[in-house]
């Protein structure tokens, strides 16, 4: 933290006088953020008249933002190992048999689909699908009668859950896929719908497997002229 960078009324200029296992509470006026520039305008969470009720508390320090970065893995790791054990227990539970991806997705597989047809990385792939919360609560699904979802494997356009679970499948091959958060949408979630850190269940139908059309080379673009105006 360097304390000269910040803005004004940050209470990370606090943590400079903190040292490991201090902790601290701290309070900041919503009014005096508008006022500053800090915030824009007031909305639901940020009210008129309103104060933001903060705790930290000092846990680790280091030397540099590698070892931070490392930490931050390997605390990642051991989250999405809590993830994995939890849906097993579930799975478990609803006596449900389930092959494990070397990611650690849980795949119900109730139908492969055609093996000469097989899902795999480079492949285009249509679904039919439905996801919902561990809760049952439905969240995303393809609309009836609508065009299955379509996507390339491996492209990173979808959840690394659907990438490495769909690779147990070929066409017309149906199931379930039970994704860890961090494999899909992780400490952040996607809200208001998917809460942070929430482990997720899909229905899943391979309506088709293809490989996709090679793309036209792009033109390669002219040198830009360094007396042009911009």
């Known amino acids: ?60 320090s280091y030397a540099t933002e590698q070892d931070v970065n490392a930490d931050f893995m390997k605390e990642m790791d051991v989250e999405k190992q809590r993830e994995i054990t939890d849906l097993e227990k579930y799975v478990k539970g609803k006596n449900v048999t389930t092959q494990k991806t070397a990611s650690g997705v849980l795949v119900e597989v109730t139908n492969a689909g055609d093996a000469a047809a097989k899902v795999d990385s480079g492949k285009q792939v249509s679904i039919i699908y439905k996801g919902a919360l561990m809760n049952g609560k439905v969240f995303d699904s393809t609309a009836k009668g609508a065009q299955p ?27 379930k896929l039970y994704v860890p958060a961090m494999l899909a949408y992780g400490a952040q979630g996607n809200m208001p719908v998917i809460p942070p850190y929430a482990n997720l269940v899909f229905d ?21 002229n360094p007396h042009a105006g911009h």
């Open 1 to 60: 933290v360097d304390s000269t960078q910040l803005p004004k009324y940050d209470f990370r200029a606090l943590l400079t006088k903190c040292s490991v296992g201090d902790k601290l509470e701290f309070v900041i006026n919503v009014d005096t953020l508008k006022k500053m520039g800090m915030i824009m305008e007031y909305n639901n969470i940020f009210k008129k008249g309103g104060l933001i009720n903060g705790k930290v508390e000092i846990l680790k």
């Open 149 to 175: 979802y379509s996507f390339v494997i491996g492209a990173h356009s979808v959840i690394q859950g659907w990438d490495d679970g769909l690779k147990l499948f070929g066409k017309g091959g149906k199931g």
């Open 204 to 224: 899943v139908e391979v309506a088709d497997v293809t490989v996709p059309a090679p793309q036209a080379p792009q033109p390669v673009a002219p040198a830009a």
